[in-house]
Structures are given as structure tokens and as C-alpha cells.
């Protein structure tokens, strides 16, 4: 007699004997535009077969907001604050403001229904810093999140209170100047 052995499928859940805690990195630099090992972790993590929301806060201009996510294959949701500019100054007026807190709102709550397993919040750090986001109220969500949800932060102007939660700090400098 032959038993029959039941091989895991790719989309069955992984049961460990321990729970994993999820970790909160940060990526930041002096510059903008230096995340794009970042990006490519995200979709390195996505194509492995793990959810993944991608959300910019700052960028804009391309009508994707989060009624209307880019999907990068069955695992990557990518979200922009659905303005018709991207944001570099904390002067928006009523309807910008208003875009940017929809946006927050949405990411907090998709992070609570437990849908994402890797969370990269782009340019936070610098809604922060403009005080279109308060720095409480990021915190307050860190400790409330589902505790296996690793996020990664990326931008400028990186708050102490968000470093001092940081499980890892990455900084990306440049080594010349062209």
C-alpha cells in the first residue's frame, strides 16, 4: 500500500510553531529619489508570494489613488495620494489636504484588515516633517498594527520618535558627487 502524501500548495499558509514579529525599517536619505532598492525588495517579496502595499503619500499627478491601485502581479497593490501634483511643500489647499488624510485613513485601515504583509510607506516621514501628518498619530498606528506586519519607511527629514521604534536603519548616502 502507497500512502498518499499531501504536498503544500504555493497559497496554502505557512503555521509556525511561534509567532513572527514583524519588523519596521527605515531607509532614509538626504536626497529623494534613492529607494529604488526599496521598490525592488518590494517586488522581489511580492513575486515570492507575499501581499505588499506600496503607498507614496508625496506623489501625485497620475490619478492613482486608492480607488484606483496599480497591481503589479496577484501580490504588489501600489497606491499615490490622489492629487494632480506631487507634494513639496507643507501650503496644500482644502481638496490636496483632504486627498492626503484619504489616503492615510485608507492605509491604516487595509494594514488593519490584515490583507498586507510587507507595508512600505514612501515619503511619510516628509508629510510629517510639512506637519500634514502628525507625528503622533504614526506612532499611535505603529503600536496598534498587526503584529507580524513589517513596514519600511522611506523618505528625507526622518523623525527621532520613528527611528527610536526602528528595528533597522538603513541610510543612503552618496559616495561622489557628479
Known amino acids: 500500500m502507497v500512502a498518499q502524501l499531501e ?21 532614509t536619505s538626504s536626497h529623494r529619489n534613492f529607494f529604488t532598492s526599496v521598490m525592488g525588495q518590494a517586488l522581489r517579496i511580492a513575486g515570492q508570494g507575499t501581499p505588499v502595499l506600496i503607498v507614496q503619500f508625496l506623489k501625485g499627478g497620475i490619478k492613482q489613488g486608492q480607488e484606483r491601485p496599480i497591481q503589479l502581479g496577484q501580490n504588489l497593490d501600489w497606491i499615490r495620494c ?81 527611528l527610536d521604534v526602528a528595528d533597522q536603519i538603513t541610510e543612503i548616502r552618496r559616495s561622489h558627487c557628479p
Open 82 to 162: 490622489d492629487l494632480p501634483r506631487c507634494i513639496d511643500t507643507p501650503h496644500l489647499d482644502e481638496s490636496e489636504n483632504q486627498a492626503l488624510q484619504k489616503l492615510w485613513l485608507h492605509t491604516q485601515q487595509v494594514i488593519d484588515e490584515d490583507k498586507y504583509s510587507l507595508v512600505v510607506l514612501d515619503e511619510l516621514s516628509l508629510a510629517i516633517h510639512f506637519g500634514l501628518i502628525p507625528e503622533s498619530d504614526v506612532l499611535a498606528f505603529l503600536a496598534k498594527r498587526p503584529p507580524h506586519v513589517d513596514i519600511i519607511f522611506t523618505g528625507t527629514e526622518m523623525p527621532q520618535s520613528i
Open 7 to 27: 504536498t503544500p500548495s504555493a497559497n496554502s499558509p505557512l503555521t509556525l510553531p511561534y509567532p513572527i514579529k514583524g519588523l519596521v525599517q527605515v531607509f
